[in-house]
């Protein structure tokens, strides 16, 4: 058992720094990128280029300022909290595993639920609702941006809406309950894993060489959901084909004096209502 979680621990720890580390950087940027962007298709927009190349210009500035009015409606620390509440759940279930590997039984399954072990057992296992909370939520903030960003190009009210990991309908209306369910198997996936390695860790400074038959099942379940995940996700989550000039609103076009920003104070105060209420 040694060998095997000496494999795959530094594995998963080498992915997520792959994974979160150009994330975390690339929030951190984002903003920055995204204004030197539209003041560049800006100069590019009221230059002497031909007719069509200043319209897609134009249209490329448009795009990068809805993309930055998108960033201030749901800004990062919305998508830092759920990666915090992913990390705590995955962390706190992989704790209790080892935990409860520890015990010196040889059943520790009907250990686990002793009157002892019972609520330790049971905050374990509540872990995977907090981690596809968090995917969830997480999931909710690209997907809100994203409508921010369409109905400023579109000439729409813009009003954000709530990224509730459960109560924000954001990634139901986008991408329909099989990308939902492409989320919770990649929960329950991450949760498996953690739990996995939690006992291995126990049972190693029992020195058990081998796990109860429940043990390897735990693996597989984790891995199929992760494949799962990985296979369904490119089809569930596929964007719309890039396709520029992006046509202005009509009511922009005649001129009635209604422009695409005429709600930005009601995304600044929605966000401000609701960065007060985020715990």
Known sequence: MNPLIDLIAPLLAAAASAAGIPMALGQLTLAARLRHQAAYW??????????????????LQRETTAKLLALHAVPGRQLLLAALVILLGLGWAATTASYLGTIPTDSPVRESLTAENRGVTAAGLGMVLLVCYGIMRWSNSIQERRRIAQAYLDGQS????????????????????????????????????????????????????????????????????????????????ARAPWKHPHPRPLQEKEGDGITPCADVQSVVTSQSSLGRRTP
Do not use: H, N, Y
């Open 158 to 237: 813009l009003v954000a809406r709530s990224v509730d990991g459960f109560a924000g309908r954001q990634t139901v209306d986008q991408v329909g309950w099989q990308g939902v369910a492409v989320l919770l198997s990649l929960g329950v996936g991450l949760w498996c894993l953690s739990v996995f390695i939690g006992f291995a860790q126990g049972f190693s400074t029992r020195g058990v060489t081998e796990g109860p038959p429940w043990f390897s099942w735990l693996l597989s379940i984790g891995v199929f959901c992760l494949i799962c995940s990985a296979v369904l996700g490119p089809s569930c989550f």
């Open 42 to 59: 800006r100069e590019e927009a009221e230059s002497k280029s031909p007719t069509f190349d200043r319209s897609v210009a134009q249209s």
